[in-house]
Every structure is written in C-alpha cells, then in structure tokens.
C-alpha cells in the first residue's frame, strides 16, 4: 500500500489542523492504521491509532482530548483531527499501515513521506 499524507503547516498555539493520509495498492480496510510523529534527534512516537473496521481506537496520553483519528475506507482515507495544539506538538507526522492494532513503530510495515506540523507559541 502506497500512503500519502497532508495537510500539514504552521499554526498558532490553540488552533487546529487536520491532517489526511490517502492510500492507494492494496484494500485499505485491510490495514489497522496509525499516526507518529518525529523531530529531529528523536526516534518517532506513536500518536494514534485506528482499528481495519474504525471502531477501536488508541492514542498516547499528551494528545488524548485533543486529537481525534478516523478513517473513511469507502474514501481509502486516514485522518487526524488536532485541536489545541500546544508548541510541543511541532513534528514530522507520519501515518503508517500494519496488520495489527499495534502502537510500536516497529510492527509498522507502510509508511508515507510525512508532513510537517509547526505550532508557534
């Protein structure tokens, strides 16, 4: 499966984005789906993730109540709504594809380019 983010850009402290991961290869409601983020100097971090099916969903304790991840399979689309953002959001975010409903990197077998969220304080 081949995924591409965007949405990404620069934003003040206290609003929102909303990030979208396009796919394309292979059935995409075959996929448990996640988010991370990375900055430069650190390995990546697991944000959220997001069941084949949509209906279990995980994410890391500094986004919870403020992020929200879905997805649209009839669209073959991953989304992350942000609300909220904080100066400490600012990364690369990534989406990525997995068999499991998993949160390690590791497991992750697809990834997309990334695209780039800065919160200005």
């Known amino acids: 499966v081949q995924l591409v983010e965007s949405g990404g850009g620069l934003v003040q402290a206290g609003g929102s984005l909303r990030l979208s991961c396009a796919a394309s290869g292979r059935t995409f409601s075959s996929y448990a789906m996640g988010w991370f983020r990375q900055t430069p100097g650190k390995e990546r971090e697991f944000v959220a993730v997001?069941?084949?099916?949509?209906?279990?969903?995980d994410y890391t304790d500094s986004v919870k109540g403020r992020f929200t991840i879905s997805r649209d399979n009839a669209k073959n689309t991953l989304y992350l709504q942000m609300n909220s953002l904080k100066p400490e959001d600012t990364a690369r975010y990534y989406c990525?594809?997995?068999?499991?409903?998993?949160?390690?990197?590791?497991?992750?077998?697809?990834w997309g380019q990334g695209t780039q969220v800065t919160v200005a304080s």
């Open positions: 997001i069941s084949r099916s949509g209906i279990s969903t």
């Open positions: 990525a594809a997995n068999d499991l409903f998993v949160t390690s990197a590791t497991h992750y077998d697809y």
